[in-house]
């Protein structure tokens, strides 16, 4: 009987596809020693080696960008380093707008590709049509052109990974199954096959479809679902052989199918509706069957025809082409087809790099990104949107087929700005305000969560109503804004993350974790965790409760990714405390605007004048009899109170505090008026000059090199568009930083953004200009913030200076 030859490894990872063998590429190559691949049949068996290859430079999410472009990079060097042939071809990609919104979309892109050093153009039809002449021009508007894409042979890439990770050190073994995972008190594993036991100090899942069930051998449920994707292969077609270079690789978007050259003939693949579309449900509830390998689904040609009569209007020469091969194999999706890459709240050393819709694009860039956190104990960029720990208890089976329909019918949809899709909502994490509220205004998903975005009046034209430009909720927004600037208004606010933390060391973990002294009893502060390298790895509020008892505050979309750094930390030290998660008993509302002290005042017997109830101070006070935790904050930069509560008290609050404000015409607003009066102060928080905390030395060492570009406050001149992050901005022609945020200001009646530009460009007064969809807009920078904050007003006032509204 075969016995392995280690018992004893510093990584385990379990399953030999693209991803993890390019992680054990990435890791050896770092210098790590002791790692050690398993895989229970041969590399590239399940989904790898049946991928079509595609690689491409395009992302529509920035962070995303990085880790596609790592990727092109390296499997263009793959074959020289390990002197394995990789069969990567670059004829670059197009994508096609055939309607007028799509060359928006196009547009939409362009100012987030610009200030990237990726290559990305648009392209008239003319253009599009001399790089492929093959297409019927009648339904080209124009193009999005990527030089240097293409595709790759997935099996070739992989086992050139493989002879990489193997000349570095890295150990590949198969057929061995992983069988069980135990861990112990010391944070390692013992992972178990049927040729022995190794001792891991992290194991990583890298498994494919089999993911999930790795993941329930220590008791994880990951949110994964096998669906059937299918592409087509010609034989030889005559006018493809008689071109002089290979055929750049085309999606049609409204038809929902990728083409591209494959030898002397072409090779389509379809993303068939929601409807129609086909889930291996079999295996989320049965396992994947044992013997599965390298094997593939009948293919279903019905399924996809409207796709593929598409593709024969689209390029007519398939009319007469013979189909050879039709490929029908398994890729896993998440609910929202991104991967989950990183470590797992809620367990030790166990690591993820599941869930990948687009393996072989993705398997170079996140092998290095993974490599690099594991190695550095910090990610090297922010990519919170793949964090494993966005999803949780509320992610369930139901949820994630529903969402995995979605997803991959909706691959070709246009990217809006702040889309919203219906499938699986809402999930069973609804506020106590839901029910109530659900019919008056545009929920929004955050989370697992339904958040007011922005409410209904009569008149108002309401629904989901995406655009580019501005749609629906631009008016209604405004009357939200000016009614939290001049009266009182209500937010749902139960989607926070929220944690108790007490115990003995709780002052000294606090101290330790955060970038700010430890608040008072009865006092809140906004704090930042630092990773070690002095980047802001999260913010959160911080209130002490009661002696040594904390209530910290994060984002919706931060819970778990929060917790998982906390937890971590307390393991590490070995602080003595207790953490609860309090976010799903929790509900919060915040109340803010000029009349919010006069509205409470009436529900309660404690004083809330401000002499004695203070900006950034938290008391238990009762409101209409019921217990709540008020913290006098809020992001609207106003006067108000955060109201946290018992969830099942929601109603009963929200009903009290709705009564008593009759006579002052409160009224409800959502997020969108919330981010628009946060920008207009000039919102971003940054901690005092903290103790001792980690990375201190990091951040001082940071401002001794000196930054080279700076965070400046502009007004832009636009039409009917306005900024929201991540647009090109221009001086003198070229593209010379980014924008990071921005949306209406209805104060000052104009455009408002924040953006980063070279420290040279950054003083008050400087014009720039700001790409909004193909169009360059005026910008000027401005003193921050441009409406003062209400406490910084009250203070200038008592100095009696004048305050800036």
Request: aromatic letters at 10%; a negative charge.
């Amino acid at each position: 009987e075969m016995k392995l030859s280690i018992d004893r490894a510093d990584t385990v990872i379990i399953g030999g596809g693209c991803v993890g063998v390019s992680l054990a590429y990435h890791l050896s190559r770092a210098g790590l020693k002791d790692v050690v691949l398993l895989e229970k049949s041969e590399l590239t068996a399940g989904s790898t080696w049946h991928a079509a290859g595609l690689t491409t430079y395009f992302h529509p999410g920035i962070n995303l960008k990085k880790i596609h472009s790592y990727s092109i990079k390296l499997y263009e060097k793959l074959e020289e380093e390990t002197g394995q042939a990789v069969g990567f071809h670059q004829p670059g990609s197009i994508r096609i707008a055939s309607t007028p919104t799509r060359v928006d979309e196009f547009k939409y892109q362009m100012t987030r590709a610009g200030w990237h050093p990726t290559e990305q153009y648009l392209i008239t039809p003319e253009k599009v049509q001399e790089l492929f002449p093959l297409l019927n021009m009648d339904m080209v508007l124009a193009g999005l052109y990527n030089p240097g894409d293409g595709h790759i042979d997935p099996y070739s890439l992989t086992m050139a990974l493989a002879a990489g990770a193997r000349k570095y050190g890295a150990q590949l073994n198969y057929p061995v199954q992983v069988t069980n995972l135990n861990s112990r008190s010391d944070g390692t594993w013992e992972v178990e096959t049927p040729l022995g036991l190794i001792r891991a100090n992290r194991i990583v899942n890298t498994a494919g479809f089999w993911a999930r069930d790795i993941g329930k051998m220590i008791g994880m449920q990951h949110p994964l679902i096998p669906v059937h994707h299918q592409y087509v292969v010609t034989s030889t077609i005559p006018e493809v052989k008689a071109l002089k270079t290979e055929l750049p690789v085309i999606r049609d978007l409204e038809g929902s199918y990728y083409l591209r050259q494959e030898r002397d003939g072409l090779l389509f693949g379809p993303y068939e509706s929601e409807e129609k579309m086909k889930l291996q449900d079999s295996w989320v509830t049965n396992g994947v069957p044992p013997g599965f390998g390298k094997e593939l689904f009948e293919s279903d040609l019905d399924r996809i025809m409207e796709h593929v009569e598409a593709a024969m209007e689209m390029v007519p020469v398939l009319k007469k082409a013979d189909i050879v091969n039709t490929v029908a194999g398994p890729i896993t999706y998440s609910p929202d087809i991104l991967p989950m890459v990183g470590p797992h709240q809620g367990v030790r050393n166990y690591w993820v790099a599941i869930g990948f819709g687009y393996g072989i694009i993705h398997a170079g860039g996140i092998g290095k990104y993974l490599s690099d956190w594991i190695l550095e104990g910090e990610p090297p960029f922010d990519l919170i949107e793949l964090d494993p720990n966005r999803y949780g208890k509320w992610t369930t089976t139901e949820y994630t087929a529903a969402k995995a329909r979605e997803s991959y019918g909706f691959n070709n949809v246009v990217g809006y700005p702040k889309e919203e899709r219906f499938a699986g909502r809402p999930t069973e994490r609804t506020s106590g305000l839901y029910d109530l509220l659900k019919s008056e205004c545009s929920m929004g998903f955050h989370a697992g969560w339904e958040q007011p975005h922005w409410f209904y009046k009569p008149g108002d034209e309401i629904g989901y109503k995406p655009s580019f430009r501005r749609t629906n909720w631009f008016e209604p927004v405004g009357r939200e804004y000016k009614q939290v600037m001049e009266k009182v208004g209500v937010i749902d606010l139960s989607p926070f993350g929220k944690f108790k933390v007490k115990g003995a060391d709780s002052v000294k973990l606090l101290d330790h974790l955060f970038a700010n002294v430890v608040p008072k009893v009865g006092s809140t502060n906004i704090s930042h965790m630092l990773t070690p390298r002095g980047k802001v790895y999260a913010e959160l509020t911080v209130s002490q409760l009661y002696p040594g008892e904390f209530m910290l505050v994060t984002g919706s979309g931060s819970e778990l990714h929060d917790l998982r750094w906390i937890e971590e930390e307390v393991m590490r030290g070995g602080y003595k405390v207790e953490i609860e998660n309090m976010t799903d008993e929790m509900g919060v509302l915040g109340v803010a605007g000029p009349y919010a002290r006069q509205v409470l005042q009436k529900l309660t017997n404690e004083d809330l004048s401000d002499g004695s109830f203070k900006f950034l101070q938290s008391r238990h006070l009762k409101l209409y009899d019921i217990a709540v935790t008020a913290i006098r904050i809020s992001y609207t930069g106003e006067l108000g109170w955060e109201l946290y509560h018992r969830k099942e008290d929601s109603v009963a609050l929200y009903r009290a505090i709705m009564e008593a404000g009759q006579k002052e015409g409160i009224d409800n607003f959502g997020t969108y008026a919330l981010n628009a009066l946060r920008l207009e102060k000039g919102f971003r928080a940054w901690g005092a000059e903290p103790a001792d905390f980690t990375g201190k030395q990091a951040l001082k060492q940071i401002k001794e090199k000196g930054l080279k570009r700076q965070l400046v406050y502009l007004t832009l001149e636009t039409d009917n568009v306005d900024p929201e992050g991540n647009e090109s901005v221009w001086h003198n022609g070229k593209v010379i930083g980014n924008t990071t945020s921005g949306s209406f200001s209805y104060s000052a009646q104009q455009s408002l953004a924040f953006a980063y530009v070279p420290i040279e460009l950054s003083k008050v007064g400087q014009k720039l200009e700001v790409e909004l969809l193909g169009k360059k807009y005026p910008a000027t920078i401005i003193q921050e913030p441009l409406v003062m904050t209400e406490p910084t007003r009250m203070r200038l006032q008592r100095k009696g200076e004048s305050p800036r509204m």
